[in-house]
Structures are given as structure tokens and as C-alpha cells.
């Protein structure tokens, strides 16, 4: 019973090594153009959820759906309508700009000439024409951050995975960085988001918290203030990890 | 296709925009080989020694005039009396001693044996060695050529019986050991350093969330050093034809194809390295203490095999490199065909199979 508006339906995913249970049958769906807040402390199994979302992890039971293709049976057809970008802002630091658009564009299979315009126009849309043939090394965290999800759209995936995308950099381009996910929440990419920054949580449509492996919340950030009684996402994180 | 032509294009940004990975690419193996052939040596060239002649007689002195009219020796100085000996080693020139005993010529033809003492300046044992086998030898002949003519053989001690050989040239068994090791260094080394990198950075992530399959991945990231490994084997090769005068007697062809094989053999062992390491320092230490040291000190590359005690001679049979130097010194010195050589080649292939397969298994269980 696929909904054409769920790009991610996830049922009783689990996933254990040895006897831990890292995520215990999580359940949720995430509807198409929505930005999606994926909280939890460390450890409370976010990353192996999404790993197995993505496809580099394999789940121990439980069902999920992502792009409209399973990602037990069809992890390759998933990998094409999917982006991602981890937390390190992985680019490589010995190529330029330039470089490393143009590699990733070539392994998600973008044609030259295409690769050439988007290049061109994501140069010119992040204000980067005079440093585009430095090597990436030498930029700030920042620049490497924007330029990191950018090059996970390059490929115009539907949905986009963003794994604390803004660790480590200061709130102002923090604050830059959302309003890029805000523009391609609004181009209809669908933005499914972990992080522990707690002003950020606000910022998505809807927001889901685990605790221990399950999903203990999820809801509009509106709702859950409501439901639990919280004056900010802060607190309602706080009373739910202290049970 | 175009994105593997992409990705290895990638890959040869990273090993020109890295000078260390560049040098230790081509610096090393001309350094080296350059190295093993001109400096490190086991033969001996005007070595300096000195004589105490306590007989000054016919023989020593034909004796004496062997040594020095050889290019191996020159003399340095004529010692009086025993007290000399240990004062001239102190002054470092001098290599070794010759002691003559007194009626060296009576008691050779009286006793038929006269003893003469080979005093060597051990601080460099491998010179030590080295000095005393080859004055034994000139002994020897000096013999041999006196024998001719009498009934009962004269004999000096001490005795040696090792065989003479002139042209014995060490670079000649340096060039196969420094060819192999510059390939599972290259190979095994560089992969596994090259691929545990984009694990450390994070981008390995990024590339396995990519539609490229992992098989996809490593292929573009070994295949450059394919390529570098084969050119290091063109250098290695024609640097000891030309500079060393190095025989091929066999076929180059053979060669090549040889060299490739074993250029695989190191790439899935560099492979193998990089699943079980999570970073780079790792593969480099795992590379270096696994592969270096059993490729210099087991492998028959510097010690013969045959002289190890047993458990490392069985243990030697588990380095590729072993079966690659066999297979070399055969085709390069020996000129031997594959008729000779299928069994080492077999084992080389059959060890590329296993560390592919093993390779493939732990990468599984680490993407679980």
C-alpha cells in the first residue's frame, strides 16, 4: 500500500549487532518535499537508522521504503533518486572546486555537458567564480559545507540525507546553510535531517526523537511543544531522554 | 565506462597533487635500486690490509705478492711484531691482518701444512666475511698451482673450500629482491593507504552511497596503480640493464607478464590490507611490518632460504614474494621458459585468488 505522497515508508525497522539492538522496529513515513528532523543523543541509533535508509547497511528485519524502491531488494535503484552528505562534508581535499563537481556529477552518471552547467550555474549561485579552481582543502568549513550539499543535489535526487550537516560551523552559516535547505525543500526535494542542535529541530515541517533505538516522538515541532507540556524543542528533548 | 574513466582520472589527481606519494612512486625505486647496486655490496675493492711476516721466506713472499698483484687487496703496511696488530686496527684504515707463522715455507714442505692467521676488523662483519673467504680463495689457488708439481699436497690453514667465483656480482642478486620489493611496496602499500584514506575522510561513504558498485569503487581506485606498478618494472628493468649490465637471458615478455601477475598478487593483498584497517597509518604499518620485512628477510631476497632454520623455510613458502624472486632470478639470470617456472606462477595466481576472496568476505561483513 505504497502512498504516492510518502517518499520514505519505514516499518519495524531493526537492526542489532550481537545482542544490541542499535534500532528496535522504528515505524514512520516521510512525505514528499517535507524537511525532516531525524533527533536523538548520540548513540541513540540515528545514523544506523539512516545508514540502512541509504543503503550501505542491512537491516536485521523490518521493511523499508525509500524513492519508491525497497532498499533490501533495490539498493541500487534507490542509490540513483537519493543524495547524501555526512557529517565530515565529505569532498576531497586534493581536487578543486571545480574537480570535485565534476567527479561526482560523472559517478552519479551526469552526461559532460550537463555536468558543465550545473557546475557553472551552482559556481555563480554560491559566489564561488573566484575560488572555483582552488583546492578544496584550502576553504573554510563553511564554504566546504555549502559546497558539500550542493554536490549531493547535483544529480537532482528526490530525497536528500543530510547527516548533521552543521556540526562544528558557527550559527551564521549555520543559519545560510538552512536557508539552502529551505530553497530545496521548496524546489521539491525532500530533506530528511538528523541533528542534536535542538534550535534547528524548529526549523523542520516534522520531527521525530529517538530514544534507546525507538522513535519515542514524532510530530510538528508544534504538536510535541503542545504535547509535552515544553516551552522550546530543548525541552521536550530533555524530558523525553530522562524519561 | 566515462565514470570509470572519471574515477581514475580522480585517483591520478590524488597520487600527482601528493609529492610524498610521488616520490615514494618513482624517487624510491630508482634510489633504491641505485642504492643496492653501487653502495650496498658484498664485494670488496682495494681493501687495505697490512702483513706481519714472521718467515719472510720464498712462499710468503709469493704469497704476499698474490694478494697485493690482485685488485681486491693492497698493502698497507708491513707489521713487525704482534704488538703492531692491534694498534693499526685502531687506526681504522686497515681491514684486516695477514699473520704469517714462523718457517712458513719449512713447515710446508717438512709437515705439509703451515698455518697462517686471517685477522679481520669485524666492526663490519659483512666486510669481515667477505675478507677472509677471499683470501682463503687466493690460498687456494696459490695452492692448487704448487700442488701441480709435487707428489704429497702442501696444505695451509686454515683451510677453505669455497669455490672462487670472479665475476661473482652482488647486484645481480639485488635487482630481483629490489624488484619485488618496490612492486608489493608500490602495490600493496599505496592501495591500501590510497583506500583506507577515503574511508578516513568520509568520502568512502559518499562513494558507496553512489549508484557505483563497491567492486566498482576499488577497480577505479587499484587500476592507476596498476599502471604506476608497471612503469616502476620498466624502470627497475632497464635501469639494471643499462646501468648494471644486468643479463636478460630469458624472455622479456615472459617478464612482463610475470611482473603483472605479481602486481596483482600485491594490489589484493593491499586490498586485503585496507578492509582490515580503518586507517591510514594502520595500512602503512601493517604494510610495512607484514610485507616489507618477511619480503627482505624471508623471501630468499638478502638470506638464502636454504640456509634458515626449517620452521622459517616453511614459513617463507606463505610470501608471494618468495615465488616472484624465484621466478625472476630464473627468467633474468637463468634464462629459464614457463616450463621451468608454471609452479611459481601457479602459486602466485592461486595466492592473488584467495586474497580476493578473503578480501570480498571481510568487506561484506564490514558493510552488515
Redesign the interface.
Known sequence: MMQENNVIQVKELTKKFGDFTAVDAITFDVKKGEIFGFLGANGAGKTTAMKML?????PTSGEANVAGFNVFTNA?DV??N?G?M???F??????SVK?NI???G????LSRKKIKEKSNALIKELGLEKIANH?VGSLPLGWKQKIAFSVALLHEPKIV?LDEPTGGVDPITRRQFWEMIYKASHEGTTIFVTTHYMDEAEYCDRVSIMVNGKIEALDTPKKLKEQFNAKSMNDVFLKLARG | MKRFIGFVKKEFYHIFRDKRSLFILFGMPIAQILLFGFAITNEINNVDIAILDHSKDVTTQEIIHKISASNYFSIHQFLEKESDIESVFKKGKVKAVLNFEKDFSKNLIKENHSTIQVITDATDPNTANTISNYVNAILQSYLKEQNKNSKTPYQIIPQTHMVYNPELKSVYMFVPGVMTIILMLVSAMMTSISITREKELGTMEILLVSPLKPFQVIIGKVFPYIFLSIINAVIIIVLSIFIFKMPVQGSLFLLGVESVIFIITSLALGILISTISATQQTAMMISLMGLMLPVILLSGFIFPVSSMPVPLQVISNIIPAKWFIIIVKGIMLKGVGLQFIWKETLILLGMTVFFIGLSIKKYKIRLE
Open positions: 541509504i543503503g550501505i547497511s542491512n541500487e542509490k540513483k537519493i547524501y555526512s557529517q565530515k565529505a569532498l576531497y581535499d586534493d581536487l574537480e565534476t567527479f561526482f560523472g559517478i552519479y552518471g583546492l540525507f
